[in-house]
């Protein structure tokens, strides 16, 4: 089981809040993605969870038992961190075994435990090997060992994959998302990527400033953002808005259109602008566009898309697909 | 043009090294030599070749048990630093992962009693051990040398435990260790290249202290400092056995120096160079 709930959760530094107060509540078996900026509090309110940060306020449970004082290896939880945070002189054996070592198993059980564990992750040639011996992807298999082999109730990743390159990241994640549906246990990802969130998300839990902006599933955010700042962060490229006349007719203070809900033309629409910068992604273009009045409008057309720098085109934002916001940046429905 | 400038500078820069090393070494040596001499050879002035005869060896082991006092200076060096290492690994812990807005200023005040002279306290530490019975005794004078290492100790410690990720640490407390765990498992083995360094640096300083260790004890702790002592004598100075006995005494530190100054060095450039 894996139930997490937090209940008014804050988190001052001395005088300075970082968590303000959250409430939040995670289902057993949910991958839970904490999404936002750097400096939102997203490490701090997966450390707060973990344990390796104190509670000034508020209350965590962990299926119903109050946590909050708790330390860390009391709560059943098991951590994978940003720099894998692997014991360098231990071989990886004996780091996927160390937290089975701490829990007083017999030997016999740790074995067979760190090798199934090890076939999991594709270890097994590794074993006798020292974290300093193996590449990063493999570092990060071994922590991810050392995490599983414990059987926690609930995985916390902080930003795991963010020392490996953009390759790796891609398979990582897939591998990550695999173990999720062996596994089918709970699962807490710190990440600033919102790609990693989109892709992995059951649940997103957007931050900003200590502040939950929205929960949801990736596509509700995706295509119902509570407000301006999880428009602007969810998706990629970014969103565009516009305020004033242009958000005028929609009855809004402004308004907000994505680069794929653009529709370009080069002979009539909406708006008018010049084409600057094309970037040819293959599949895609992103062509970003000089408005007057707005500035730069991203969008977002197919593979080939006949114009080039200086050219005029007109855009027309696809019906149904604007998001509309009043004065104080909250989304109108 | 460039090479060969580069090559006389080297040459100049050794050259000017060796004799910086040599000044520097010279007393010891000269002290070896001494040794080798006789004692009317000896204050005969300056003479750098010796007849080579070892009767002033003799002579001191004659005169005073050595192995004693070696065995006085093992027991309390080791026995300093392993009391020392004892107390100072989990508080260098404690300031490395754990610090305070006062751990800087702990630090501080722990380096500034280095600072004060050893005999503006020599009388009351004199009464204190005389008043707990501790005068010439190795528990009285490992504690001693144990306290007024600490510091350094302490100190090396936590330069190298704030070198260690803390990271790792707090992975060591998700798995479930305790805190005797974390630092028996992870922390000191991790750290074990600088609490080598530490250890033999503290058991040079322990072995060479000379200020207590002569005046707490008299004959059952003392170690080899106050073996060299007894032989600067009332009755006239006998330089060729006083350098005999300086040769003894520092003989095993010396061998044990040199076997081990690649840990010593990296111990003591440590977090100097990134």
Redesign the interface.
Known sequence: MGNITLKKVNKSFGATQVIPGIDLTIEDGEFVVFVGPSGCGKSTLLRLIAGLEDTTSGRIEIDGRDVTGAAPAKRGLAMVFQSYALYPHMSVRNNIAFPLKMAKLDQGAIDKKVTEAARVLNLTNYLDRRPGQLSGGQRQRVAIGRAIVREPSAFLFDEPLSNLDAALRGTMRLEISELHHQLKTTMIYVTHDQVEAMTMADKIVVLNAGNIEQVGSPLDLYHRPDNIFVAGFIGSPRMNFATGEFAKPYNAHSIGVRPEHLKLSTESGALRGTVGVAEHLGSDTFLHIHVDGIGLVTARVGGEFGVSHGDQVFLTPEEGRVHRFDDKGLAIR | MARAVSTRRTVVFTIVAWIIALVIFFPILYTIITSFKSETEAIQGFNLIPSGTIESYGAVQAQSNYFKFFLNSVVLSVGSTILALLIAVPSAWSMAFAPTNKTKDILMWMLSTKMMPAVAVLVPFYLMFRDFGLLDTRTGLMVMLTMINLPIVIWMLYTYFREI?G??L?????????LW?EIV??LT??A?PGIASTMLLNIILAWNEAFWTIRLTTTNAAPLTAFIASFSSPQGLFWAKLSAASTLAIAPILIMGWFSQKQLVRGLTFGAVK
């Open positions: 990720p990271e790792i707090e992975a060591a407390r998700m798995d479930g260790a305790s765990g498992y992870v083995p991790m074990v």
